[in-house]
């Protein structure tokens, strides 16, 4: 089948590869407009590189849900429209430029975590199993018919980008799977239970902030859903800490300690009491320096027993 791909970060890098190997023909990809980085310097969307690198057409529409939008992806003469963490929602008209529409891949067993961020929400949960789902797309979000999902397990300490990789490796096979059986004429498609959906929002700065009246697992699993990106942080001795790495502590918690205080301190371990149990900072990064086991962070900044973290 003749292919148009919409996406935009390296999620659908994986896709595009496996989609270009497969027996379908890729005729177009679009992503979203260059974004400015650090100091102003354009950088393109790895998407983009991707299109740039394999000379397949390539479309940077700011609103791709216009005439124009629409008339160029007719242009094209697709089958079929694959998206990927495009970015942008699509209209009925742009739904119906192709004859099978448009099929997404989503990173959650759905109806569970529709929405934007599903992968890091995984993790944030504290969840076990996740997968990847494909579906029609509908103009309600991730609301429309499944075609496939494959499952797979979350490691116990495993970080969003070490996730976020085999996430994306297992949509690849997962989306050349499910174009193979729909131009096969052997695809199904099932209808979401609503009454099981649940969602999830993009996360915000305000995630990033540690709260330690919150469990040892929770924040456990906010460190593990913010790294590599945006790195949930703290404040020690009034000074911005990112915590790239903790563990959930063996050190019981003391009854009469705060929350954020530090209840265990040696040169080579720093433990902060939470809301329920304790957690063990492994990783941190202190505002512009570099990333560093706790060990190496001790060594050039006092921390005592008693210290409580958050304070500025």
Known sequence: ??????????????????????????????????????????????????ALQHNVPLFQFAKISTPEGVAALKQLSADIMVTA???QIVSQ??????PYGIINIHGSLLPHLRGAAPIQHSILYGEEITGITILKTVLKMDAGDMILQHSLTIGKDETCGELFGRMAQLGATTIVEALD???QGKAT???????????????TKEHELIDWTKSAE?????????????????YICGKRVKVLVAQVSTLIRPDNCKCGEVIGCTKKSLTIACGQG????????PDNGKRMNICSYLCGNKVCVGTVLGQL
């Open 1 to 50: 089948m003749r292919v148009i791909f919409l996406g935009t970060p390296d999620f659908g890098v994986p896709a595009l590869d496996a989609i270009a190997a497969s027996s379908h023909q890729l005729v177009g990809v679009v992503c979203q407009p260059d974004k400015a980085g650090s100091r102003n310097k354009v950088v393109f969307s790895p998407v983009k590189q991707w």
């Open 181 to 183: 059986l729909i131009e």
């Open 189 to 203: 498609y099932t209808p979401q239970d609503e009454s099981k959906a649940t969602y999830c929002k993009k996360l």
């Open 218 to 234: 929770e924040i456990h699993n906010l460190v593990r859903a913010l790294n590599p990106s945006p790195v949930a942080y703290t």
């Open 93 to 98: 008209e742009v739904i119906d430029v192709a």
């Open 278 to 285: 304790a957690v063990d900072l492994v990783e941190v990064q």
């Open 85 to 87: 963490a495009y970015g």
